[in-house]
Nanobody, 124 residues
């Protein structure tokens, strides 16, 4: 199982980024994929999740600004982030869940494989 994030970078407040997560080595029919983020000095926070049967509620902190999508032909999950704020700064991770449904909220202990993360920095 491998997951690899890309697309992070430095952006001004109000800008946009699209993160990509290329996932391989497992069946998307069986497992959900989630996005998490971790700001310096804070716990890892669930941002979104996608599966064949459901999706997770976005936390209020990103609702209306972030959108998850997937292209199964490319084994890729995307996180479109708009109207970025300085508090969105952190390392963003994608991860494979241990079962097929997302549910809400997202708990890190329900995910067994993680990517290396991609840094997102939003300047004010």
């Amino acid at each position: 199982v491998q997951l690899a994030e890309s697309g992070g970078g430095l952006v001004q407040a109000g800008g946009s980024l699209r993160l990509s997560c290329v996932a391989s080595g497992f069946s998307w029919d069986v497992y959900a994929i989630g996005w998490f983020r971790q700001a310096p000095g804070k716990e890892r926070e669930g941002v979104s999740c996608i599966s064949r049967s459901d999706g997770a509620d976005y936390p209020d902190s990103v609702k209306g600004r972030f959108t998850i999508s997937s292209d199964m032909a490319k084994n890729t999950v995307y996180l479109e982030m708009n109207s970025l704020k300085p508090e969105d700064t952190g390392v963003y991770y994608c991860a494979k869940k241990i079962w097929e449904t997302c549910g809400s909220p997202l708990f890190t202990y329900e995910y067994d494989y993680w990517g290396q993360g991609t840094q997102v920095t939003v300047s004010s």
